[in-house]
Antibody, heavy 120, light 107 residues
Framework: QVQLQESGPGLVKPSETLSLTCTVS????????WSWIRQPPGKRLEWIGY???????NYNPSLKSRVTISIDTSKNQFSLNLSSVTAADTAVYYC??????????????WGQGTLVTVSS | DIQMTQSPSSLSASVGDRVTITCRAS??????LNWYQQKPEKAPKLLIY???SLQSGVPSRFSGSGSGTDFTLTISSLQPEDFATYYC?????????FGQGTRLEIK
């Protein structure tokens, strides 16, 4: 059973960079796609982007200029950097496995989520 | 971007009721539609993928249907643990987008 766990600061100052890491256990990160998704308080889920184990990425155009997702297969971890944050980036951030089943992709395994608040 | 719109936004129902939630895409997405259940303070859980395929371990009272632009999630007989928020999601094209959610409450 694959398990994911987010880690990182819960409070980030405006204009700074939000950095989170997702540690994958119970399976190898060297397959499938790995994604970040966020949910502002009381709002819908928003896909941020995903990375393939090879390092190729795909980002949401609404965040693309500020987002970097990277992967460290030796540590079974992948990471999110979101630069120049504002209060609008306050959200619960989830990492998830983006897996293909019979030709269709879905977010199969999720981390528990971590609340990141942007405030001075 | 493909816009996903769910209806209703909230719904009150009783244990044992049959419930249907609708999701409409702003353009055709074939069957690239997933449904998730989210309980308070928890991560979403995949229920249905490819519009109508039941994820392993999900009770058979959940079912999905539709293709193109119109999709439904049906719960055949509500159980107490089903009261939650449900989201549809399209993976037809990037960016991946979600519906606004349907909150299912106890009547």
């Amino acid at each position: 059973q694959v398990q994911l766990q987010e880690s990182g600061p819960g409070l980030v100052k405006p204009s700074e960079t939000l950095s989170l890491t997702c540690t994958v256990s119970g399976g190898s990160i060297s397959s499938y796609y790995w994604s970040w998704i966020r949910q502002p308080p009381g709002k819908r889920l928003e896909w941020i982007g995903y990375i393939y184990y090879s390092g190729s990425t795909n980002y949401n155009p609404s965040l693309k200029s500020r987002v970097t997702i990277s992967i460290d297969t030796s540590k079974n971890q992948f990471s999110l950097n979101l630069s120049s944050v504002t209060a609008a980036d306050t959200a619960v951030y989830y990492c998830a496995n983006y897996q293909r089943t019979t030709g269709y992709y879905a977010f199969d395994y999720w981390g528990q989520g971590t609340l990141v608040t942007v405030s001075s | 971007d493909i816009q996903m719109t769910q209806s209703p936004s909230s719904l009150s129902a009783s244990v044992g009721d049959r419930v249907t939630i609708t999701c409409r895409a702003s353009q055709s997405i074939s069957s690239y539609l997933n449904w998730y259940q989210q309980k308070p303070e928890k991560a979403p859980k995949l229920l249905i993928y490819a519009a109508s395929s039941l994820q392993s371990g999900v009770p058979s009272r959940f079912s999905g249907s539709g293709s193109g632009t119109d999709f439904t999630l049906t719960i055949s007989s509500l159980q107490p643990e089903d009261f939650a928020t449900y989201y549809c999601q399209q993976t037809y094209s990037s960016p991946i987008t979600f519906g606004q959610g349907t909150r299912l409450e106890i009547k």
